[in-house]
C-alpha cells in the first residue's frame, strides 16, 4: 500500500483523522557509506528499504514518502504501527549483513490527528513522531503514551513497552512520556535516549508548535556548523528568539558540556552581559575577579554553545562576545538582535517573514478572477503557506474548529500578506478568532495599517507593519484592559498575579478582574504564560515598549512606576530576614526569579534620585547578591549609589548603603574599601546615637583588622594597635546593655575569627562556642553553619582531627543545603587539611582542587588565606610522598567533580542519597 493514500475500509474514504504515525530511519548512514562506499551502500539500503516496506504492507501501512534512508509511514491502528516496526525490526536483525557494515534502524511512533492537504498528511503530530524516532538508536522501537494508552493492551504475546520515564525533545515542547518496545528478536539494551536532557541545558519549553522555517532552520544550522558567531538578525516580531531556540536544540549534541540560553531583554548596562551569561549557567562571580573572567575561566576548552537573546539594547557588549569567544576555542553563540554585532567573525542571518500567498485585496478585478482560477485561493493550497499555517495553528489553538474555507480564504490570505508573513504580527491577528471572523479582522487591520503607514513613513515597511499590529492588538482592547496592559508594562522578566494586583490595580481601581484580564491578555496573545506556581506571565519586549509608550501618555505613568518600585522594595525587606532561616533557599530561588524587577525598580528610583526605595531595596538585597555571586553587579550599583549626591541627606539610609558596600567590598577581597565605607559608617551611628546600630556598626569595622590588606604579610599583625579588639569589646558591650542576643553572637564569632586569623594557641574556640549556642539559640540557620565550620577548623589547627571531622561535616551539609557555595569551598579547604593529617593525600589533593574550583568562583579567597597558607606547607614530609605532577592530576579531578558529587565525596555517601536527603520526597 505504499503507493496509495486511500483507506482500505469499505468506504474508500481518504486517510485522514486519527492516525498512528512511524517514521524510521538508518542509524550512522553516513559511516556506513564511507566504510563501504557509495556503491554498496546503494545496495545496503535497497535491501533495507525491502525489509521494511514487506513489513509495513503486512500491517495496512500507507507508506507518505520516503527521503533517503527514512521512512514515514501512517497506520489507521496503533497496534498496527507496533506490530510493523517488531516485525520490521526483526527482519533487520535476522538479516545477514556485512560484518563491517551492520545496518541498524531507529523508529519511532506517535498517534494523533492529521489532514490530507494537498496529497500529503499534515498535523502536529506527524511533527512529534519524527522527533521520538530522532532520539532512538539503532535496534530501538520507541513509541508515545498516546500509543501506549491505545495500544498497550494489543501487543502481540510475549511484547511490551519498557517505561523509559520523560523526555525534552528537540521541539522544545512539553517533556515526552516514552516506552521502549520489547519482543522476542529485538535488542533489549540501548544507551540514553539521545533527547535534550542528555546535555546541560536551560532552553525554555515552549507551550506552542513551532510552525515552518524549514528552510531558515536548516540554513541557519548550517551556518553555525561553518562559523562560531552566527547573529539572527532583523525586527521585533519576526521570529528570531523561536528560530535561534530551534538552531540551539538542533545541534545539542554537538556541545557537549551544554546549551544555554540567556535572555538580555531585561538588561540595559552592556558591562552586565557576562554577569548575566554567568547567572544563567550557574557560575559564582569571584570578590576580585570580573564577570568576564569568571566567564572565560569557566568555558576554558569546554565546548558550549550560547544563545543570547535580544542582543540590541547591549550592542556596546559586542566587542566582550568576540572577546569571549577568541578566549574559550571551543565556544560558539547565536544571537538575536534587530541590528549586526559588528565584531570580527560575525556571520549575520537576516530572518525573512514567513512565505505568504498572494494579497487577493492588491490585485485588480481581472488578477482577482486569473487567481482565483488557478486554484492559488484553494484552502489546500493556502494551507501550503507557512504564514497561513501559523494563522491556523493559533487560531485552532482559541477557537478549536476554525479551518480555512472557500469562504475565508481570501481574507485569511490577505491577513498573512498585508502582515508580510511576520510570526508576532500573525499571532496577534489570529487571536482574535475567538470573536472574529477573518473578513472581520482583515477590516480592521486594514484600517489601522493605513493609519500607521500614513504617520510613519520613515520607519523600515515590516517596523510599520509590526506596530500596527500591536496597535490594532491594543485598539481593540476595551478601555479597562488597555489601562492594565499599560501599567503591566513597567514589570520587568516576568510577574505573578499578586504583583499584578498590588502594581496595576485591584479589580476596582482598573476596573475588570486581575485574573480575568490577565488570561484574556494572554488570550489575545499581549501576555504570555510563563507557568509556575503562583502562575507567572511574561510580555514580550516589542508589546512592553509599545505599552511603555501608552502608559506614559497616561497621567497616572509616575504613579505606577512608584508602586512598583515600592512593591519589589518591601518584597527585597520581607525576604531579607529569611535569608539567614531555614527556609533560605526557597527565598533565594524567588529573589533571583524576581532579580529583573529589583534590577528595573533601582535603575528608575536611582535615575529619579530616590535614595528611601533605592538604598533600601539595595541593603535588603546584598546579602542575596553575596550568595548568589552577584558581587561584581553589587558593587557597581552600591559604589554608583554612594557616589550620587542624593545618597548623603539622609544619614540612616547613607549608613545603610555603606554597610551594605563594606559587606560586597569584605566577599571581593577589598580589605581598604571595605574600612573606609565601615569607619564612615561607624561615625554616622555615633552622630545618631542609636546604641544597637553602633554596635553592628563597629562589630563590621573589626573586619578591618581581622586580616591584612596583603595575604602575604604575617597574619599576627593585623591589628597591631588593637583598635579591631577595641571595637568588637564595645560592640559587645553595647549588645549586651540593648539585650540583642544575636548581636552578642556575631561580635563573639567576630571574635573568635580574629583569634583564629591571628594564630592564638585556642584559635578562638571558647568564642566559636558560646556563638554557636546563641545562634542556635535565635535559629540562624546560616550563622550557625558558619559557626560550625569555623570551630571546626579551630580545633583540626589544635590537633584534634576526630572532633573537627563530624563539625566540619556538619557545617557542610548545612551549607549544601542553603546553596552557599563560599561556605562549601571553605569547608572543602579544611576537609583537605584534613585529609592531610591522615596521610590521604589522593583524598586531600581532590579536595583541594574541587576547593580552588568552588574559590575562584564565590569570592572566598579573603576568607581562605590561612588555609592557603597551612593546609600542604604544614606537611612537606608527607607532601613528598606525591609528585607535583600527581598532585595537580588528583586536584584537576576534583574541580571537574560537580558540586553535588564533590560535596557527596567530602561527606563519604553518594550524590543521590545526598540530593534524597537535600529535596525529600513530596
Known amino acids: 500500500m505504499r503507493d496509495s493514500l486511500m483507506s482500505p475500509a469499505a468506504?474508500?474514504?481518504?486517510?485522514?483523522?486519527?492516525?498512528?504515525?512511524?517514521?524510521?530511519?538508518?542509524?550512522?548512514?553516513?559511516?556506513?557509506?564511507?566504510?563501504?562506499?557509495?556503491?554498496a551502500y546503494a545496495e545496503l539500503r535497497e535491501r533495507h528499504r525491502a525489509l521494511l516496506r514487506a513489513a509495513f504492507d503486512a500491517h495496512r501501512?500507507?507508506?507518505?514518502?520516503?527521503?533517503?534512508?527514512?521512512?514515514?509511514?501512517?497506520?489507521?491502528?496503533?497496534?498496527?504501527?507496533?506490530?510493523?516496526?517488531?516485525?520490521?525490526?526483526?527482519?533487520?536483525?535476522?538479516?545477514?549483513?556485512?560484518?563491517e557494515a551492520p545496518v541498524r534502524v531507529r523508529m519511532g511512533v506517535h498517534v494523533g490527528e492529521a489532514t490530507l492537504v494537498g496529497g500529503s498528511l499534515v498535523g502536529l503530530a506527524i511533527n512529534r513522531a519524527a522527533r521520538i524516532a530522532a532520539?532512538?538508536?539503532?535496534?530501538?522501537?520507541?513509541?508515545?503514551?498516546?500509543?501506549?494508552?491505545?495500544?498497550?493492551?494489543?501487543?502481540?504475546?510475549?511484547?511490551?513497552?519498557?517505561?523509559?520515564?520523560?523526555?525534552?525533545?528537540?521541539?522544545?515542547?512539553?517533556?515526552?512520556?516514552?516506552?521502549?518496545?520489547?519482543?522476542?528478536?529485538?535488542?533489549?539494551?540501548?544507551?540514553?535516549?539521545?533527547?535534550?536532557?542528555?546535555?546541560?541545558?536551560?532552553?525554555?519549553?515552549?507551550?506552542?508548535?513551532?510552525?515552518?522555517r524549514a528552510d531558515e532552520l536548516a540554513a541557519?544550522?548550517?551556518?553555525?556548523?561553518?562559523?562560531?558567531?552566527?547573529?539572527?538578525?532583523?525586527?521585533?516580531?519576526?521570529?528570531?528568539?523561536?528560530?535561534?531556540?530551534?538552531?540551539?536544540?538542533?545541534?545539542?549534541?554537538?556541545?557537549?558540556?551544554?546549551?544555554?540560553?540567556?535572555?538580555?531583554?531585561?538588561?540595559?548596562?552592556?558591562?552586565?552581559?557576562?554577569?548575566?551569561?554567568?547567572?544563567?549557567?550557574?557560575?559564582?562571580?569571584?570578590?576580585?575577579?570580573?564577570?568576564r573572567d569568571a566567564l572565560v575561566e569557566w568555558l576554558a576548552e569546554k565546548h558550549v554553545?550560547?544563545?543570547?537573546?535580544?542582543?540590541?539594547?547591549?550592542?556596546?557588549?559586542?566587542?566582550?562576545?568576540?572577546?569571549?569567544?577568541?578566549?574559550?576555542?571551543?565556544?560558539?553563540?547565536?544571537?538575536?538582535?534587530?541590528?549586526?554585532?559588528?565584531?570580527?567573525?560575525?556571520?549575520?542571518?537576516?530572518v525573512p517573514g514567513l512565505p505568504v500567498p498572494p494579497d487577493p485585496g492588491?490585485?485588480?478585478?481581472?488578477?482577482?478572477?486569473?487567481?482565483?482560477?488557478?486554484?492559488?485561493?484553494?484552502?489546500?493550497?493556502?494551507?501550503?503557506?507557512?504564514?497561513?499555517?501559523?494563522?491556523?495553528?493559533?487560531?485552532?489553538?482559541?477557537?478549536?474548529?476554525?479551518?480555512?474555507?472557500?469562504?475565508?480564504?481570501?481574507?485569511?490570505?490577505?491577513?498573512?500578506a498585508r502582515l508580510q508573513g511576520m510570526p508576532l504580527a500573525i499571532e496577534l491577528a489570529a487571536a482574535r478568532v475567538k470573536l472574529l471572523g477573518p473578513e472581520a479582522i482583515l477590516a480592521r487591520l486594514e484600517h489601522q495599517l493605513n493609519l500607521l503607514a500614513a504617520g510613519a513613513r520613515d520607519l523600515p515597511a515590516r517596523q510599520q507593519t509590526l506596530r500596527g499590529a500591536i496597535a490594532w492588538s491594543y485598539d481593540i482592547l476595551d478601555e479597562p484592559q488597555r489601562r492594565f496592559l499599560d501599567r503591566l508594562s513597567v514589570f520587568a522578566g516576568g510577574f505573578d498575579i499578586e504583583a499584578a494586583e498590588a502594581v496595576g490595580g485591584s479589580s476596582g481601581e482598573v476596573g475588570l478582574d486581575v485574573?480575568?484580564?490577565?488570561?484574556?491578555?494572554?488570550?489575545?496573545?499581549?501576555?504570555?504564560?510563563?507557568?509556575?506556581?503562583?502562575?507567572?506571565?511574561?510580555?514580550?519586549?516589542t508589546i512592553r515598549e509599545f505599552a511603555g509608550e501608552m502608559l506614559e501618555g497616561r497621567d497616572d505613568a509616575a504613579e505606577i512606576r512608584s508602586r512598583h518600585a515600592q512593591w519589589y522594595r518591601d518584597l527585597a525587606e520581607r525576604t531579607a530576614p529569611e535569608l539567614a532561616g531555614a527556609d533560605q533557599r526557597r527565598m533565594l530561588e524567588l529573589l533571583e526569579l524576581e532579580h529583573d524587577n529589583f534590577r528595573a525598580a533601582m535603575d528608575r528610583s536611582a535615575a529619579a534620585g530616590d535614595a528611601g526605595t533605592t538604598i533600601r531595596t539595595a541593603f535588603a538585597l546584598w546579602r542575596f547578591w553575596q550568595k548568589r555571586g552577584h558581587l561584581n553587579e553589587a558593587r557597581r550599583r552600591l559604589q554608583g549609589y554612594a557616589a550620587a549626591a542624593w545618597s548623603r541627606p539622609d544619614p540612616v539610609l547613607r549608613a545603610r548603603l555603606l554597610e551594605a558596600l563594606g559587606g560586597v567590598c569584605w566577599w571581593q577581597a577589598d580589605i581598604n574599601a571595605m574600612a573606609a565605607a565601615y569607619r564612615e559608617a561607624v561615625e554616622i551611628w555615633r552622630t545618631i546615637g542609636d546604641k544597637r546600630e553602633i554596635a553592628n556598626a563597629l562589630y563590621n569595622y573589626a573586619f578591618a583588622f581581622a586580616v591584612s590588606a596583603d595575604p602575604t604579610s604575617d597574619p599576627r599583625q593585623a591589628d597591631p594597635d588593637g583598635e579591631g579588639a577595641r571595637a568588637q569589646e564595645e560592640a559587645l558591650a553595647l549588645f549586651r546593655e540593648v539585650g540583642d542576643v544575636r548581636g552578642q553572637a556575631n561580635v563573639l564569632w567576630g571574635m573568635g575569627n580574629r583569634r583564629y586569623f591571628s594564630l592564638t594557641p585556642d584559635s578562638g574556640e571558647d568564642q566559636f562556642r558560646e556563638a554557636l549556642a546563641l545562634f542556635r539559640s535565635v535559629g540562624d540557620v546560616t550563622m550557625e553553619a558558619w559557626s560550625l565550620h569555623m570551630l571546626g577548623s579551630a580545633l583540626l589547627r589544635q590537633g584534634r582531627p576526630e572532633e573537627s571531622r563530624e563539625l566540619l561535616r556538619h557545617a557542610l551539609?548545612?551549607?549544601?543545603?542553603?546553596?552557599?557555595?563560599?561556605?562549601?569551598?571553605?569547608?572543602?579547604?579544611?576537609?583537605?587539611?584534613?585529609?592531610?593529617?591522615?596521610?590521604?593525600?589522593?583524598?586531600?589533593?581532590?579536595?583541594?582542587?574541587?576547593?580552588?574550583?568552588?574559590?575562584?568562583?564565590?569570592?572566598?579567597?579573603?576568607?581562605?588565606?590561612?588555609?592557603?597558607?597551612?593546609?600542604?606547607?604544614?606537611?612537606?614530609?608527607?607532601?613528598?610522598?606525591?609528585?607535583?605532577?600527581?598532585?595537580?592530576?588528583?586536584?584537576?579531578?576534583?574541580?571537574?567533580m560537580t558540586l553535588d558529587d564533590a560535596v557527596a565525596y567530602a561527606l563519604d555517601t553518594s550524590a543521590a542519597d545526598l540530593l534524597a536527603k537535600a529535596h525529600p520526597p513530596g
Not at 474514504?13 to 550512522?28: C, K, N, Q, V, Y
Not at 501512517?74 to 549483513?97: G, H, K, L, Y
Request: hydrophobic fraction near 45%; charged fraction near 20%; include cysteine.
Open 220 to 291: 541557519a544550522c548550517a551556518l553555525l556548523r561553518a562559523n562560531r558567531l552566527v547573529t539572527l538578525t532583523g525586527p521585533g516580531g519576526t521570529g528570531k528568539t523561536r528560530l535561534s531556540l530551534q538552531v540551539a536544540a538542533q545541534g545539542v549534541d554537538d556541545f557537549p558540556e551544554g546549551v544555554f540560553f540567556i535572555p538580555l531583554e531585561t538588561v540595559r548596562d552592556p558591562s552586565l552581559v557576562a554577569s548575566r551569561i554567568n547567572g544563567e549557567i550557574g557560575i559564582w562571580e569571584s570578590g576580585g575577579t570580573s564577570g
Open 135 to 212: 532520539v532512538s538508536h539503532g535496534g530501538q522501537v520507541l513509541v508515545s503514551e498516546a500509543v501506549r494508552a491505545i495500544a498497550g493492551s494489543s501487543l502481540e504475546p510475549g511484547a511490551g513497552l519498557q517505561d523509559l520515564g520523560a523526555h525534552r525533545l528537540k521541539d522544545l515542547r512539553e517533556p515526552e512520556h516514552l516506552y521502549q518496545v520489547t519482543a522476542a528478536g529485538l535488542a533489549a539494551t540501548f544507551p540514553p535516549l539521545a533527547t535534550l536532557d542528555a546535555r546541560p541545558n536551560n532552553l525554555p519549553t515552549q507551550l506552542t508548535s513551532f510552525v515552518g
Open 813 to 896: 551539609r548545612h551549607f549544601y543545603d542553603a546553596s552557599d557555595a563560599s561556605g562549601i569551598a571553605l569547608v572543602f579547604d579544611d576537609l583537605s587539611s584534613q585529609a592531610v593529617v591522615d596521610e590521604d593525600l589522593p583524598r586531600a589533593a581532590r579536595l583541594r582542587g574541587a576547593a580552588r574550583h568552588l574559590t575562584a568562583i564565590t569570592g572566598a579567597e579573603l576568607a581562605g588565606f590561612v588555609n592557603e597558607q597551612y593546609e600542604f606547607l604544614a606537611r612537606p614530609q608527607v607532601v613528598r610522598r606525591l609528585s607535583t605532577e600527581e598532585l595537580e592530576r588528583l586536584g584537576a579531578e576534583g574541580a571537574a
Open 362 to 416: 492588491l490585485l485588480g478585478g481581472y488578477e482577482r478572477s486569473q487567481l482565483a482560477s488557478s486554484g492559488a485561493l484553494d484552502p489546500a493550497r493556502l494551507s501550503t503557506y507557512e504564514a497561513v499555517r501559523l494563522f491556523v495553528a493559533r487560531a485552532v489553538a482559541v477557537r478549536p474548529g476554525f479551518s480555512v474555507t472557500n469562504e475565508n480564504a481570501p481574507a485569511v490570505a490577505a491577513i498573512c
Open 11 to 39: 468506504d474508500d474514504r481518504p486517510l485522514g483523522g486519527t492516525l498512528a504515525f512511524l517514521f524510521s530511519d538508518i542509524e550512522g548512514s553516513t559511516r556506513l557509506e564511507q566504510a563501504v562506499g557509495t556503491a
Open 305 to 350: 554553545l550560547l544563545v543570547l537573546d535580544n542582543f540590541e539594547q547591549v550592542l556596546d557588549a559586542g566587542p566582550v562576545i568576540a572577546d569571549i569567544l577568541r578566549a574559550a576555542p571551543n565556544v560558539k553563540a547565536i544571537v538575536t538582535s534587530r541590528a549586526p554585532l559588528r565584531v570580527s567573525g560575525e556571520q549575520e542571518f537576516p
Open 61 to 99: 501501512g500507507h507508506e507518505q514518502g520516503t527521503e533517503g534512508d527514512s521512512f514515514f509511514v501512517a497506520f489507521e491502528a496503533p497496534a498496527d504501527a507496533v506490530a510493523a516496526a517488531i516485525d520490521a525490526q526483526r527482519a533487520m536483525a535476522a538479516e545477514p549483513w556485512p560484518a
Open 515 to 541: 485574573f480575568d484580564g490577565l488570561i484574556g491578555l494572554a488570550d489575545q496573545s499581549l501576555l504570555r504564560s510563563a507557568g509556575g506556581e503562583p502562575p507567572r506571565f511574561q510580555m514580550l519586549d
